[in-house]
């Protein structure tokens, strides 16, 4: 293989897993572009899917379809209609959807751009990023000189208004995002220099008059080959294909046997890829419409040959040149989901189908628009009746040579057709290809943008906000704690998260200025583990513990559902920048970043919502738990039934865990209660001042009953609680390291790290079984020498990548020393 074209793979594959630049990636018939597809497929970097416009190329490409993925509707898909807003994607897809860093489509040439509008519609929507397409990467693979996508006149008559061009290049997503363009020009199909020449002057829409007289000199009226000889007939139309097949197959005298395909699970007809009751004879001209996976490779998608004998489960197929017959049992084919493994959290190919049938199908006859991506060693072009852009230089591309072309018409100028449209979008093509320098810039440019992106807590920021903004609004609903716990936060957030974000962001703008990519700069490297030490110890000592510790009762159900909702994308949020500041501890790599922050979003579970029936079981006189609080929330409940209100509107929570705890007895008692006026306390003070008095009676005579020695009650008696600290003090003298006590009780490091902190200051630990003699001494130096500085200041002047943990672990043995 030439240098160049080694450089031009090298440079596709480098934009693809090293930057987040959009790429198209096209080339002339016969030009690898499929087997490049399938090497990233393989390198499983990205997390990525790859889809296409058909079932049959979903399938070949190893996909899934467009519509089926993201759900789109068959129609066309007019901007701003209800029709692009009612979809409703699972948990499961929203994730896959949410953690996806490359999404591949094949045969792009055959994709509308309102579908491809669609594509950026649903990832924006579901990744919560305002970018186009979501801030995901695009790789587009195809051959604008190929097919064309079709549209119907009614359907462009719908999109005209809003589209320039049908063409997936008209999307007004991909127009708002820049793109580079890499053209494969190394030709593996063909070797004859003459008709690659003239198939490139098809392709580019100048061949001579002298080019199509050569072309033209292969049309031979009337010719009638021996089947024998392996001839395939590529028309226009499919009626006209499927003719020829049906009058070939009807002359032969041998005994028809039908074969019906094995379909299991989910495999839709239109993805078949032969017929599903497959009619073959012995004499019959096939072609094998799969590769043989087998170590023998005796066929591959698009071989011509001939059908010798056939039995029950066994067909015979020799194909010319071939010394022996090649024996064909049924192949499978798979018809794929894309879903997360559980246990991996990658994306994964998952199996809901398959197609079991003979790889066959009958072959004197294909359709242009069915043979693209196959080759042929000899062809009949019936190819005069081209009605759409490409159908010519398709049709002649798939053969391997001139010498195993027939024309069944000569081959006009006109029918090989020119849209200036595309032929402007291939000259653009052309300018932007990218050169080395392009790449390294991309590099830099995403590292960049990754690490700005670590630094940034403005979601954070808006999220707290927001959950604000609803407590506000209720009040009186909400217990004070929340509204005292959410003020701390965004104060915490805003002064020690974001603001100090911000200021590191500006100080990374002097770093960036670096020759060397961010990766490579090794005094950025060291700033970035020391301010991940300190982002790390405030998300998990001071931002995720008042997230955990805040009480959501409210009687007000459609106010909490929203907080909640809020709160469990809040402790999201931090729980995956903790992730992420954990992978940036040894320093920062473009890719273990992605593939942390990825893993974070699929790994995160609302830790607060399994601690919230702890906090309720904690507190007294609850809703539906009995006593005071209970009566007057089942009276207020009913009352509002009756009128047809809301509970809160009646007696906020609040006024309802106030009587509860004064217990008032009169009028003027009731008034001193926050959330009773005159007016109120007229409508129901004497329903609710009667339910106290027969409560506080009730409850004064029954202690009586509870005494009488007749009827002792057995008490419960509950196992003692090990507190957290000591579960990690035991797993430590059992050996096991930081990160193995974290992975084996699902906490973060850094709280392992703060547990011991503590139990080297009650004595339990001792500071040298965690620190080498080296690191103990560089810490406890610094501190005997410079008294009451702050972490951060000690973290920046220790330097050597000291960690936070390791510095409270110093002062806390220095401080039991003292002791």
Not at 200 to 211: G, P
Not at 404 to 420: A, D, F, M
Not at 593 to 599: G, I, T, V, W
Request: overall charge negative; aromatic content about 8%.
């Amino acid at each position: 293989m030439p240098t160049t074209v080694n450089e031009k793979l090298e440079l596709a594959t480098n934009f693809v897993l090293h930057t987040n630049r959009n790429i198209f990636l096209t080339g002339k018939a016969g030009t690898g572009k499929t087997t490049f597809l399938h090497q990233i497929k393989q390198s499983n970097v990205k997390r990525l899917v790859v889809v296409a416009p058909t079932g049959v190329a979903a399938i070949n490409a190893g996909g899934v379809t467009i519509h089926s993925l993201f759900q789109l509707p068959f129609g066309p898909l007019i901007p701003g209609s209800t029709q692009r807003e009612n979809r409703k994607f699972n948990r499961e897809k929203i994730n896959l959807l949410r953690t996806l860093d490359l999404l591949v489509i094949d045969e792009i040439s055959m994709v509308r751009a309102d579908v491809l509008d669609g594509i950026d519609e649903v990832l924006r929507r579901y990744r919560y990023n305002s970018a186009p397409f979501g801030g995901v990467q695009l790789l587009l693979i195809g051959d604008m000189q190929q097919l064309p996508p079709v549209i119907r006149d009614e359907d462009w008559a719908l999109l005209r208004p809003h589209y320039n061009t049908g063409y997936f290049f008209g999307s007004k997503a991909l127009q708002n995002t820049p793109y580079v363009s890499i053209e494969l020009t190394h030709i593996y199909r063909q070797a004859d220099e003459r008709f690659i020449n003239i198939l490139n002057s098809i392709r580019e829409k100048n061949v001579t008059q002298t080019q199509l007289n050569e072309l033209n000199q292969h049309y031979i009226p009337d010719f009638q080959p021996n089947d024998n000889e392996g001839f395939i007939t590529l028309s226009t139309h499919n009626s006209s294909a499927q003719q020829i097949n049906s009058q070939k197959l009807a002359s032969l005298k041998t005994k028809l046997h039908t074969f019906t395909a094995s379909v299991e699970g989910d495999f839709p007809t239109h993805a078949y890829p032969t017929e599903a009751s497959l009619e073959l004879k012995a004499g019959s001209q096939v072609m094998f419409i799969k590769n043989d996976i087998s170590r023998d490779k005796l066929y591959y998608n698009g071989k011509i040959g001939q059908i010798t004998a056939i039995d029950d489960d066994i067909i015979f197929v020799k194909s010319q040149g071939d010394d022996q017959e090649i024996a064909v049992y049924p192949a499978e084919w798979t018809n794929i989901r894309y879903s997360i493994d559980p246990e991996t959290k990658e994306i994964k190919a998952e199996p809901i189908g398959k197609f079991i049938q003979f790889p066959l199908k009958l072959a004197w006859a294909i359709t242009i628009h069915k043979s693209q991506g196959l080759t042929f060693e000899k062809a009949i072009i019936d190819a005069a009746g081209a009605f759409a852009h490409g159908q010519v230089y398709v049709a002649l591309s798939r053969c391997k040579s001139l010498d195993g072309l027939v024309l069944r018409t000569p081959i006009p100028s006109y029918s090989i057709k020119t849209e200036q449209m595309l032929e402007d979008f291939h000259e653009q093509v052309q300018q932007q290809t990218p050169t080395e320098q392009h790449l390294q810039e991309s590099k830099r440019s995403n590292q960049e943008q990754l690490l700005r992106e670590l630094f940034s807590f403005e979601r954070a920021n808006s999220l707290v906000y927001r959950c604000r903004r609803i407590v506000n609004q209720y009040l009186d609903s909400f217990p004070e704690e929340l509204n005292t716990g959410l003020i701390a936060l965004a104060e915490t957030i805003q002064t020690k998260a974001r603001d100090v974000g911000n200021r590191f962001q500006q100080q990374l703008s002097g770093y960036f200025s670096d020759t060397n990519l961010p990766e490579a700069n090794e005094t950025l490297q060291d700033r970035i583990r020391k301010a991940t030490s300190y982002f790390q110890a405030l998300l998990a000592d001071d931002l995720l513990p008042i997230i955990y510790q805040s009480p959501t009762d409210c009687d007000n159900k459609q106010a909490r559902e929203s907080l909640l909702e809020l709160l469990d994308d809040l402790e999201k949020e931090l729980f995956c920048k903790l992730r992420s500041f954990e992978n940036c501890r040894d320093g920062f790599v473009a890719l273990a970043y992605l593939q942390a922050r990825n893993r974070a979003e699929l790994d995160f579970t609302p830790e607060r919502r399994k601690l919230e029936p702890q906090q309720e079981e904690s507190s007294t006189e609850k809703p539906g738990r009995g006593g005071l609080y209970g009566a007057l929330v089942k009276w207020r409940n009913d009352l509002a039934g009756e009128h047809n209100t809301s509970g809160y509107m009646v007696l906020p929570q609040k006024t309802i865990a106030e009587l509860a705890r004064v217990r008032p007895t009169t009028a003027d008692e009731l008034l001193a209660i926050k959330g009773f006026g005159k007016t109120k306390v007229k409508q129901i003070g004497a329903e609710v001042l009667a339910l106290i008095n027969s409560f506080v009676e009730r409850s004064e005579s029954t202690p009586k009953l509870r005494k009488q020695p007749s009827e002792p009650k057995a008490k419960e008696v509950k196992p003692p609680k090990v507190p957290s600290i000591d579960i990690t003090l035991s797993l430590f003298r059992e050996g096991k390291t930081i990160a193995e006590i974290a992975a084996e009780r699902e906490l973060a490091p850094s709280t392992i790290e703060s547990h011991l902190a503590k139990c080297i200051a009650t004595g339990d630990v001792l500071v040298s079984e965690l620190l080498s003699p080296e690191r103990i001494d560089a810490i406890r130096s610094y501190y005997e020498a410079n008294e009451n500085v702050s972490l951060s200041d000690a973290l920046q002047a220790i330097g050597n990548g000291v960690t936070y943990s390791e510095i409270r672990f110093i002062r806390n043995a220095m401080q039991v020393e003292k002791e």
